[in-house]
């Protein structure tokens, strides 16, 4: 756990596209929120704009993408580019969900930090995101 | 209950003799989280065993719904499929077909499933992604080309566009010469399980209600043949809950639905008999059999006492089945067909109607052909093979199996009872009642893994490192620029003053709920209206809905 000075953790977790799959996000958020980071959930059919606005306002240090719709290689990267257009480069992205391994690879290549496939624990993504944070500060 | 002889040997018996070995360190409850007895015994067998468990096609159903069951004919081996465009699904249909498949079930992508047109800015990306997409008419015809409907039975997994697309079918039917009363098939239009679980909607719930009620009044008088809805517990158990949710919920929306159509003046009788059931198949094997058990007793008894239904074939609960993609593992994903094999010999063990079996590949990307051909192949080995199809209900009669089937019954029944408090299922839904249980389930079962306490072969046990790298079915983004051209050109081509004159009118009669929108659709799919533009329409009246996030 955080000690109480520190300041808490922002995450934005998002479901971009269409996709009606939350088990995974939901998840994800009260594991995230249960260690002690401040957790905004976007809710679903998210559009990237969307999402990175909520970004913004809630000035997070880390996004959790959750898709497992295979539309993945269109929207990350429309996140990613909106991002950057918007000077956003301090914030550490992750994603979640069935994505092929070397989509995984193109999409680290454009500034994702880390992708969770089938199977991995929420205290991976946790451990992740804290040490990620904590580097970028 | 008075203690019995039997009762006080089985304590001697635990006492005595199973004491006497420590247990194994391991969880002795089920995938759901119920506790298991080390071994059941006739004391746990219902009260009065031949009213509870009777006899195959005969009142309350446990044993099967039909007389003859696998005896008379093994159930129907479906494979949902659909990815691409209507071409390139109509292929993979046509595969099946050949491969022995015995009907056809129609996977619709994201933007199909939303109600958006291929070209709408929404749908960037998720064309043809999870599904066929289909945007018109014509798209319905290409999708069944060469496929005589007359003789195919189709299922259609769509819900908020359920009755859009149903026009689409009767229409593209109708250029085959085909009429609807000669249509076979079932369309899910589960809409309560969408809010649920699955997520995909058009609307706000009360005005999609009005559209479930509308096309399964309009079936009742024209598609004798035709389920219009197949009520699903599928999603529900694969958004995370457990086995008794998957039940109470499922059963819970089928009655809502009845007694919605009971409300519109329709007699219970006229559409009852073509209500059918979509169900998980999950790797808790005999959870699972024990749920359908329970699943037909309390529909043919809720059918029959509280909806005074008549007709001995309104009591019946036919279901689908489909194994469980959420147990599928990526890693070591060859032990998938285990796993599915297992699973499906519970759905037919449970007397299941139809059949999907999923492919090993499906926890990476939709599945490729080899895939496929496994996974059907899995049917075929039970049904031709096993010898489990010889005898009816071979698992009726299990101390085991009866004493889980009652305890399903009784957790289905706690939950009917918290969800009448809350108002009935469309309240509880509002409300997000179903959502929050099935949340809190997911995440206590994630939690059981993460500790280790469940154990998941290749998760979290007997694990391998990294896994070699699977041929996977990668779909060609020049569909989706294929299906854009087609939606447009469409649009381009049509008599455009009809078009018009058949939204308006669409929308009009969205104004008047005591106008039944079934018609309206249809001639607006003859007028080549896409289906997101009759979205749009219907929208202009009913508003959209969106979730309050929570988790």
Redesign the interface.
């Known amino acids: 756990m955080s000690a109480p000075s520190e300041k808490k953790i922002r995450v934005v977790v998002a479901k971009p596209g269409l996709d009606g799959h939350d088990r995974g996000a939901k998840i994800i958020a009260r594991a995230l929120r249960d260690a002690g980071m401040e957790v905004i959930y976007t809710g679903l059919h998210q559009t990237p704009e969307q999402i990175v606005e909520t970004v913004i306002q809630e000035d997070a240090d880390a996004i959790g993408l959750s898709i497992l719709s295979g539309a993945h290689m269109t929207l990350i990267p429309r996140v990613m580019e909106l991002l950057g257009a918007q000077g956003v480069d301090d914030v550490v992205v992750t994603v979640g969900g069935t994505i092929p391994g070397e989509d995984v690879e193109e999409l680290k290549r454009l500034g994702v930090s880390e992708v969770f496939t089938p199977g991995a624990s929420t205290q991976e993504a946790v451990e992740f995101i804290r040490n990620a944070v904590a580097q970028r500060a | 209950m008075a203690t019995t002889p039997r009762q006080t040997d089985r304590e001697r018996w635990e006492r005595e003799r199973f004491a006497a070995t420590p247990e194994r360190d391991a969880l002795f409850s089920t995938i759901s989280g119920e506790a298991i007895e080390p071994l059941y015994t006739e004391r746990d067998l219902p009260e009065d065993p031949e009213d509870a468990i009777g006899l195959p096609g005969e009142y309350p159903y446990t044993r099967g719904v039909y007389p003859s069951m696998y005896r008379g004919r093994l159930w129907t081996m479906r494979q949902f499929a659909g990815f691409g465009t209507a071409q390139e699904t109509n292929r993979r249909f046509k595969y099946l077909l050949e491969h022995g498949q015995t009907g056809l079930s129609t996977a619709f992508d994201?933007?199909s499933?939303?109600g958006?047109d291929s070209d709408h800015p929404?749908?960037?990306?998720?064309v043809g992604?999870?599904g066929v997409a289909v945007d018109t008419v014509e798209d319905m015809q290409a999708l069944f080309d060469g496929i005589p409907l007359d003789k195919v039975s189709v299922s259609m997994t769509i819900n908020a566009p359920a009755a859009i697309m149903l026009a689409f079918y009767v229409v593209a039917a109708e250029r085959q010469g085909v009429a609807p009363e000669q249509l076979a098939g079932t369309i899910q239009t589960d809409i309560l399980k969408?809010y649920i679980a699955?997520?995909?909607w058009c609307f706000p719930v009360d005005p999609a209600m009005r559209l479930v009620g509308d096309m399964i009044e309009w079936c009742a008088g024209q598609m004798p043949r035709w389920h219009p809805i197949s009520i699903s517990g599928y999603h529900i158990r694969?958004?995370?809950s457990t086995a008794a949710q998957e039940l109470a919920f499922t059963l819970k929306d089928g009655l809502t639905y009845v007694e919605q159509a009971v409300a519109r003046g329709l007699d219970v009788d006229d559409f009852a008999p073509r209500l059918s059931f979509f169900f998980n198949a999950h790797i808790d094997f005999f959870e699972e059999i024990a749920k359908y058990r329970a699943a037909r007793r309390i529909w043919a008894r809720e059918l029959r006492q509280t909806h005074g239904a008549r007709d001995e074939r309104s009591l019946l609960m036919r279901f689908h089945t489909q194994t469980a993609g959420?147990s599928l593992?990526?890693?070591q994903p060859l032990n998938n067909v285990v796993r599915t094999a297992i699973e499906a010999l519970a759905g037919v063990l449970g007397g299941t109607q139809s059949l999907h079996t999923n492919s090993f590949d499906e926890?990476?990307?939709?599945p490729t052909e080899q895939a496929v051909r496994v996974a059907l192949r899995t049917q075929q080995i039970i049904a031709e093979e096993t010898g489990v199809a010889n005898t009816i209900d071979p698992l009726g009669g299990s101390y085991f199996i009866e004493a889980l089937t009652t305890r399903l019954e009784e957790r289905a029944y706690e939950y009917f009872a918290k969800i009448d408090e809350l108002g009935g299922m469309v309240d509880a839904v509002k409300q997000g009642f179903p959502q929050r249980e099935i949340?809190d389930a997911?995440?206590r079962y994630?939690q059981e893994?993460?500790s280790g306490a469940r154990r998941l072969v290749?998760?979290n046990a007997y694990t391998e490192g990294e896994d070699d790298?699977m041929p996977?079915l990668?779909?060609d983004p020049a569909f989706e620029a294929d299906q854009v051209r087609r939606v447009q050109g469409v649009r381009s081509q049509r008599d455009g003053e009809a078009a018009i004159a058949a939204l308006d009118q669409l929308e009009q009669a969205a104004r008047d709920p005591g106008d039944n929108l079934m018609p309206h659709l249809l001639r607006a799919a003859r007028a080549e209206v896409t289906e997101g533009e009759m979205i749009q329409a219907l929208q202009r009246v009913f508003g959209t809905y969106?979730?309050?996030?929570?988790?």
């Open positions: 994201m933007p499933l939303m958006h929404r749908s960037l990306g998720e992604r999870e969408e699955q997520k995909e694969e958004a995370g959420v593992t990526a890693q926890a990476l990307a939709l949340a997911a995440f994630q893994v993460e290749g998760v790298a996977i990668r779909i969106s979730e309050t996030p929570a988790f």
